[in-house]
């Protein structure tokens, strides 16, 4: 059975954890694993924007001993003009893996369930895994493990980012804390199954209006923009409804005093996060965005060596 990474737990806590021990091995020796020699293609598909998914999966595929073939949605059949099971059934015979970024997530699943090779949601409303993979990796080398550690997460937690942190966080051993508008706080349902993994370590999820109750204790404090991308439309009323949701200095005080801060970037500075923050030495960010690769390569690697073992 072909093993797949559409969303976050999909991989087992195990399986999450022997990924980050391989990114981080891979980014101090980056040309080791040469999983797609021959060279084999990595097909790199863009309904959405894109820089940094971008260049990490096309540089990661390349470090790999692999081509990255980057497909737009736009220039491309799929979507108006041919189905998500036959581009799949197309690309399954050329190529060692997919990855794509896109819209709804049951595309995905769609192109996973035609898919003999496997496939990786690179960012969908639903989800963002490939980011909370980077994340967690910049979690543990800052801190050395990420068991125990509370991550507050403010802003708009009913998208991609919200769910991800809330299920791959929990994967990993640690406290989650959300601080948004009652309007855009997770699906209860996310919460639910992130509190059942959170069972297994012991944590603590909590979800909260004012960030300044989220963020209480926090070693890391993360936000995301408030107009994620299809909302465009929404970008007014978002900017009046989180106008009280930009991290600052001010509120991180309130967390643990070792507090880091993370962004998936792009940042919207003056908006979600206060310039002096973003650009300030308790940011992370540029970490985060060079372990897109890192992570990114352990997954390719890691997927490879499933299907190999014909798991
Ligand atoms: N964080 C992230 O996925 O960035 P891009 O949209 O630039 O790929
Ligand atoms: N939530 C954002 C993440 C961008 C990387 C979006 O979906 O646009």
Not at 17 to 29: G, N, R, S
Not at 118 to 144: K, Y
Not at 291 to 297: D, F, G, I, T, V
Request: glycine residues 6%; proline residues 4%; hydrophobic residues 40%.
């Amino acid at each position: 059975m072909t093993r797949h990474f559409l969303k976050d737990d999909d991989i087992t806590p195990a399986e999450q954890a022997e990924i980050l021990e391989l990114a981080i091995a891979l980014k101090k020796d980056p040309y080791s694993e040469k999983v797609f020699a021959g060279p084999k293609t990595v097909a790199l598909i863009f309904d959405k924007t894109s820089t940094r998914t971008r260049v990490s999966f096309s540089v990661g595929v390349s470090d790999l001993g692999g081509v990255p073939l980057v497909m737009d949605s736009g220039t491309s059949q799929l979507g108006a003009k041919e189905s998500v099971a036959d581009t799949a059934r197309v690309l399954e015979r050329q190529v060692a893996q997919i990855v794509w970024r896109t819209y709804a997530q049951s595309g995905l699943e769609e192109m996973a369930q035609h898919s003999r090779v496997p496939v990786i949601n690179s960012l969908s409303d639903s989800w963002h895994p490939c980011q909370l993979l980077a994340d967690l990796m910049t979690i543990r080398e800052h801190f050395g493990h990420t068991d125990g550690v509370k991550i507050a997460y403010i802003g708009d937690a009913a998208n991609n980012m919200g769910n991800s942190y809330l299920i791959a966080c929990a994967m990993a051993g640690m406290h989650v804390s959300i601080g948004a508008p009652a309007r855009y706080q997770p699906d209860v349902e996310v919460v639910r199954r992130a509190q059942e993994i959170a069972k297994q370590f012991g944590s603590v999820i909590e979800v909260h209006e004012r960030p300044e109750d989220a963020v209480r204790h926090a070693h890391v404090v993360a936000t995301d923009t408030w107009v994620s991308m299809g909302m465009e439309k929404e970008k007014q009323k978002r900017i009046k409804m989180f106008a009280d949701y930009t991290v600052t200095n001010r509120l991180l005080e309130l967390a643990d005093p070792s507090v880091i801060f993370l962004h998936c970037l792009p940042a919207y500075r003056g908006y979600e996060v206060a310039a002096d923050v973003i650009d300030g030495p308790r940011s992370f960010i540029w970490e985060e965005a060079e372990n897109r690769l890192h992570a990114q390569k352990a997954l390719m690697v890691w997927l490879d060596r499933q299907q190999k073992l014909g798991k």
